[in-house]
């Protein structure tokens, strides 16, 4: 199995910056698209970004300009760097991963238990 556990969450005020961590861990062969999900209150879950394996990214148009996304394959982690963070960016932020587990494996999906951020105005 897969584990992805997040760290770096908080609460900061409008305009302050935040740095999210995701490490992967367990029986891990490769790992393809690794990214992050954000879920507020009342909503549904959503993409804010995501990085290949070779680094290309994707990006929430709502978050583009502010967030950078990064990744290192050799250690299976994965960052996510918030600045100019506004109340709307309030939300639970989940780690996603696509992961092999062994050679001829199909890919699965996996998912971090999440970690708040609250940005106050």
């Known amino acids: 199995q897969v584990q992805l556990v997040e760290s770096g969450g908080g609460l900061v005020q409008a305009g302050e910056s935040l740095r999210l961590s995701c490490t992967a861990s367990g029986r891990i062969f490769s790992i393809n698209r690794m990214g992050w999900y954000r879920q507020a209150p009342g909503k549904q879950r959503e993409l804010v970004a995501r990085i290949t394996s070779g680094a290309g990214t994707t990006y929430a148009d709502s978050v583009k300009g502010r967030f950078t996304i990064s990744r290192d394959n050799a250690k299976n982690t994965v960052s996510l760097q918030m600045n100019s963070l506004k109340p709307e960016d309030t939300a639970v932020y989940y780690c996603?991963?696509?992961?092999?587990?062994?050679?001829?494996?199909?890919?699965?999906?996996?998912w971090g238990q999440g970690t708040q951020v609250t940005v106050s105005s």
């Open positions: 996603n991963a696509d992961a092999l587990r062994y050679f001829g494996d199909s890919y699965s999906n996996y």
